[in-house]
Nanobody, 124 residues
């Protein structure tokens, strides 16, 4: 089993920044890609970003490119999502996920473990 625990959510004004963290335990963290997804009330869960097992390759959904950065620290079994220039439309519950594969991926079905989520609210 893999446990993923997110932290760092909260309330922030538009234009502000937050850094989300996801601590992983239970399997060899460094072998797999990691991802962040989000779900706003009344909407489907959507892909935000993913990082491959090396940490060198990432991909993002278009709406966050240039504002969000995903990174990982394998010495701490932790993946991060640095969110800058936040907008009210970024308001959602953010979920960390561990992929079955090594390469960064936006496909929900490629992820087999999920955290409980951390809430981010951006006020205008």
């Amino acid at each position: 089993q893999v446990q993923l625990i997110e932290s760092g959510g909260g309330l922030v004004q538009a234009g502000g920044s937050l850094r989300l963290s996801c601590a992983a335990s239970g399997r060899t963290f460094s072998n797999g890609a990691m991802g962040w997804f989000r779900q706003a009330p009344g909407k489907e869960r959507e892909f935000v970003g993913s990082v491959d097992y090396t940490g060198r390759n990432t991909e993002y959904t278009d709406s966050v490119k240039g504002r969000f950065v995903i990174s990982r620290d394998d010495t701490k079994n932790t993946v991060y999502l640095q969110m800058n220039s936040l907008k009210p439309e970024d308001t959602a519950t953010y979920y960390c996920a561990a992929a079955r594969f090594s390469l960064a991926t936006a496909t929900v079905g490629d992820y087999d473990y999920w955290g409980q989520g951390t809430r981010v609210t951006v006020s205008s």
